[in-house]
């Protein structure tokens, strides 16, 4: 299957400060790229979906001003938490997928572990 | 509105058989994922149901029945890495990924 990297791993920040998440698609070309967050004991909740050379779309009660999602690149996409704050510590996870189906090539990536101080 | 259902939590003994019920309601149906998700990591794919009956894959098989909004991943010869959250996602009519809030499986020895 297809290979997603997510970089940094984990990171700590203070409050106030911005954190760039970057998602890689590393061997295959992703048209469509998802941004999950993940609150301890609770599921998967989509933030927004992000396609190449387009604006990325966001669910309901995401700040898009606070989450800036910039998908320059068929191989890249970063989410960018801006000015952050405690209740912003979370398990931020990519994924990738080729076209506007094919759930079935869905690939996620390792996770991203913010905590803000 | 979408909902789909899953157990809080479950806890099983090594060695057993154990079975996670889903249910749905969800407009529209194009096919239902389980996903296993170890703590701190990101999901896994396990299995993919798009038609009525059981897929079986090694010691985890999957039931679908439509008709129902019903699916189970059926877990036998448990093991303790098998110690998880198992999600369950439906795709719907705009093949959208409509995510239940997953089921924490406890494995005992």
């Known amino acids: 299957g297809a290979v997603v990297s997510q970089h940094p791993s984990r990171v700590i920040c203070k409050s106030g400060t911005s954190v760039k998440i970057e998602c890689r698609s590393l061997?295959?070309?992703?048209?469509?790229m998802f941004w999950y967050r993940q609150f301890p004991k609770q599921s998967l909740m989509l933030m927004a979906t992000?396609?190449?050379?387009?604006?990325?779309?966001?669910e309901q009660g995401v700040e898009k001003d606070k989450f800036l999602i910039n998908h320059a690149s068929l191989t890249l996409s970063t989410l960018t938490v801006t000015s952050a704050h405690p209740e912003d510590s979370s398990f931020y996870i990519c994924?990738?997928?080729?076209?506007?189906?094919?759930?079935?090539?869905?690939?996620f990536g390792p996770g991203t572990r913010l905590t803000v101080t | 509105g979408q909902n789909i259902d899953q157990p809080t939590e479950m806890t099983a003994t090594e060695g057993a058989i154990v079975q996670i019920n889903c249910t749905y309601q969800?407009?529209?149906?194009?096919?239902l994922f389980w996903y296993q998700q170890h703590a701190g990591e990101a999901p896994t794919f396990l299995s993919y149901?798009?038609l009525d009956g059981l897929e079986e894959k090694g010691r985890f098989s999957s039931f679908l029945s439509r008709s129902k909004g019903y699916s189970y991943l059926l877990l036998k010869e448990l093991q303790m890495k098998d110690s998880a959250s198992y999600l369950c996602?439906?795709?719907?009519?705009?093949?959208?990924?409509?995510w239940g809030a997953g089921t924490k499986l406890i494995i005992k020895p």
């Open positions: 061997d295959f070309q992703a048209t469509t």
């Open positions: 992000s396609n190449e050379g387009s604006k990325a779309t966001y």
């Open positions: 996602a439906v795709i719907d009519s705009n093949y959208q990924l409509i």
């Open positions: 969800t407009s529209g149906f194009n096919g």
């Open positions: 149901n798009v």
């Open positions: 994924s990738t997928k080729p076209g506007q189906g094919d759930w079935q090539e869905q690939y």
